[in-house]
């Protein structure tokens, strides 16, 4: 690796360059205090000697099993991901179609028209998700990031009644057996809740839950409702855009992988002309849509609503039936559900 | 908060000095800018950046608070916790007590169904005092169409709440809560909006409504006129943002009113739902050709909508989109007492029909 492609500042960069140092390996055999003499301060000059040495740790281990840092084989993931669990969506069918439901370490993407029910299923997600490890869930904690102010606390209390009272059923256990950490104020308790007035809010809180979620290390989904709200309408340059909103999947992909928890995100639709006529599509541009690893489409067909997988890596596209419930979201109860596969 | 300083965020000196240099004052400045970008352009490292942007963050970034510590202050926040009860008892159920606090209402129906007689009732019920279930402050009603009229009011106050109004002084003092604006052009909008924030906590008001929110917009044809597709976008994206967190800051309801407009290029499907042939675009096209105006931007970004419809000689207010309620149409006529409710039950329509708008008018 040359020395142009090390993350130091341009000045040191070009003083090394004006020295003669282009690649990592004349930096090897260097001390401190010879590059001292190239107007460095003693202690920047420890940082970059640090700093190229990180980059080529790859050549310094010799015998060690990594490739290099950080590489994992396909067998070691696979038995990762066969220990995870998945997050329950309330809906079986939708679960079938998601492989179990919705993935950990993983970025999953949830669009649809207004009033299709996405803020209902974030929701849903933020009470299921926290379903004891007995049980079949993950027992973890929530965080569910609102930039539009349409979550209802009543609303999550309604749903966590009904998912906790789904889960003894389901378990065949007795109403009378219900420990005080599974009321639904102790479900309530475990969700934070952010309020964001503004796309730089949002930007400053992903950068924050790096730290946030060390001290919360049992937060199991961050839910985002929605993501594209304030980028819509207070951004004239929109390749700017398009960086910052590269820059904050990043991030979101990074704190997936970090704590192994799952990301949800919110998207609203908007149209599209293309092959002469007017499509809907998910909203903030052809670059954010390659940022997701999942995407879901919640929409109209007839009187139903449905949800269509549209992007996975390993399962294929397919489209299922489910409703919206004074309990939350349910299977669709009428005779004809049925899975569709595309 | 995105516009907090930067120089006083207790970042180092040597570093808060070099962000002053390079015009970086507020937090929002420098978050939009990517980290490899201001590696660049402020001339530090890597770990300094990364230092300076979490300690921006971590400062910038709203408190948070337990769902169960939100649900905990709402139901503490008055009567109906804020709550702007219709009077339209099977409505309020539907709602959870009525129009809720902090969030945007919309009430779309195509003219002359009774939007702005809803809106005359509310502010009505916003004045009342609360031994009468009202809210007992002030209102701010903005008309842009010059709809309001103070002796309709007086007649709806005098039918509904006759007790009140036949009281001597009373009329004055109720009809006195109610302040009425009425800007000329969108600009004229905005300025007022940025004056009444702050006098919305101070002065007890309890309401906001803008009757209505179409005629702002699509009301200035010369300043569409040059502007793509994009920057049309902007005054009702830029006033969408603002009134939201209006709602947000003062924790009031908001009603705002909307006009419906016949469909023309009305997008339906996504590529992946294939196309089942044109004559399902067609039919639908024919049954209901009317939809709400201002767009799915708009659409996306109220928080409750309310429609309003005439079918089969009866007109219904229908909850089509909101986060607590299902969707339940309530018939109502309209007499000299405003907003009369037919039935307490609602009708449950399933699917979109909750969305759709009709008008046919009844034969006199």
Not at chain 2, 125 to 133: D, R, V
Request: aromatic fraction near 8%.
């Amino acid at each position: 690796m040359e020395i142009s492609c090390l993350p130091i500042s341009a000045s040191h960069r070009a003083k090394l360059l004006s020295a003669g140092y282009t690649t990592l390996s004349s930096l090897s055999s260097v001390s401190p205090p010879q590059l001292s003499h190239l107007n460095v301060a003693l202690q920047e000059a420890v940082d970059i000697l640090k700093v190229s040495s990180e980059s080529c740790r790859v050549e310094v281990q010799d015998g060690a099993v990594e490739f290099c840092k950080g590489a994992q084989t396909a067998w070691d993931m696979l038995s990762e991901e066969q220990a995870l669990r998945h997050i329950s969506t309330g809906s079986g069918d939708l679960d079938s179609i998601l492989g179990g439901g919705i993935h950990c370490k993983e970025v999953t993407e949830i669009g649809g028209v207004p009033g299709i029910g996405k803020t209902q299923l974030g929701i849903q997600l933020a009470i299921n998700v926290q379903i004891p490890y007995d049980f079949g869930g993950l027992g973890g904690k929530a965080i569910y990031i609102d930039t539009e102010g349409s979550f209802m606390a009543e609303r999550a209390y309604q749903i966590a009644e009904a998912s906790i009272l789904d889960t003894f059923d389901n378990f065949g256990c007795q109403l009378k057996e219900i420990p005080e950490k599974l009321k639904a104020e102790s479900f309530l308790a475990n969700i934070f809740y952010f309020r964001i007035c503004s796309y730089t809010e949002q930007i400053a809180l992903i950068n924050y839950l790096d730290q946030f979620l060390v001290e919360h290390k049992d937060v199991k989904i961050v839910i985002i409702d929605s993501v594209t709200f304030h980028f819509r309408q207070d951004f004239d340059d929109l390749a700017l855009r398009t960086r910052v909103l590269g820059g904050m999947s990043q991030k979101l992909m990074n704190l997936a992988k970090k704590f192994s928890l799952s990301v949800v995100l919110m998207n609203q639709v908007t149209t599209k002309f293309t092959e002469g006529s007017f499509h809907l599509t998910l909203a903030l541009g052809d670059s954010w849509s390659h940022s997701c690893t999942n995407r879901v489409i919640l929409y109209w067909n007839g009187n139903d609503r449905y949800a269509y997988l549209d992007k996975s890596p390993y399962l294929r596209p397919a489209s299922v039936h489910f409703s919206v419930t004074g309990k939350g979201i349910r299977d669709a109860t009428s005779q004809c559900k049925r899975v569709r596969m595309m | 908060m995105a516009n907090k300083l930067i120089s006083q965020m207790g970042l180092p000196l040597p570093i808060a000095n070099v962000f002053a240099a390079r015009s970086i004052i507020t937090a929002k400045d420098a978050l939009s800018i990517p980290e490899s970008d201001l590696m660049a352009l402020l001339d530090l490292g890597r770990d300094q950046v990364a230092s300076a942007v979490a300690r921006i963050s971590e400062i910038t970034c709203p408190p948070y608070q337990t769902v169960l510590s939100l649900m905990e202050d709402r139901r503490t926040s008055g009567c109906h916790g804020g709550r702007l009860p219709t009077l339209l008892k099977g409505l309020d159920e539907a709602l959870g007590g009525g129009i809720p606090p902090g969030l945007l209402t919309e009430l779309v129906g195509p003219s002359g169904i009774g939007k702005t007689q809803f809106c005359l009732k509310l502010s009505l019920i916003a004045a009342l005092p609360t031994c009468y279930g009202g809210l007992n402050g002030r209102v701010i009603y903005i008309d842009t169409e010059s709809k309001f009229s103070s002796r309709r009011i007086i007649e709806i106050g005098e039918n509904s709440f006759p007790q009140i109004f036949q009281t001597e002084g009373m009329a004055q003092e109720m009809a006195g809560r109610i302040v009425v604006l009425r800007p000329a052009s969108l600009s004229e909008f905005t300025q007022s909006l940025e004056k009444i924030k702050l006098s919305l906590i101070q002065r007890e008001v309890n309401l906001l409504i803008i009757d209505s929110m179409a005629g702002l917009i699509s009301g200035n044809p010369r300043e569409n006129e040059s502007c793509t597709r994009g920057s049309r976008q902007q005054p009702l994206g830029w006033t969408l943002s603002f009134l939201k967190s209006v709602a947000e800051f003062s924790r009031i309801p908001i009603v705002v009113t909307n006009q419906v407009r016949g469909q023309s290029t009305e997008a339906f499907h996504y590529p992946f739902e294939g196309l089942g042939g044109n004559d399902n675009v067609t039919s639908e096209r024919l049954e209901s050709h009317l939809v709400a105006a201002l767009g799915i931007q708009w659409a996306h970004a109220v928080t409750i909508r309310l429609v309003l419809e005439a079918h089969s000689g009866q007109r219904y207010i229908k909850v089509a989109k909101s986060p607590y309620s299902p969707p339940l149409a309530f018939p109502f006529i309209v007499d000299s007492s405003g907003i009369v409710p037919l039935s307490d039950d609602g009708i449950e329509l399933t699917g979109q029909e909750i969305s759709t708008i009709r008008f046919q008018v009844q034969p006199i």
